[in-house]
């Protein structure tokens, strides 16, 4: 069942909004439908996530540098394994 929503909103967010949908190909509501159904599945499913004790004592084992690139690292070790 759809229900009317009334929002207020600045009306250049509103601007803003409406050529998105329009080069997306969406209406202004199903857009902000989808958002508001992302971040309320989101938070509901967090909630049903449990961490293993096995998986809570290895987390922070490893120490990597704070600016590690780990999709690079991962391809370099590709490339050098499949040479």
Known sequence: MDTKLTLRLDDSVIERAKVYARNHKVSLSKMIETYLDSL?????????????????SLSGVIDAPEDLDY???YRDYLEKKYQ
Do not use: C, R, S, Y
């Not at 309320?40 to 809570?56: F, S």
């Open 40 to 56: 309320t599945t989101q938070k509901h499913q967090a909630k049903n996530i449990i961490i293993t004790p096995l998986v809570e």
């Open 71 to 73: 999709k690079n690292e």
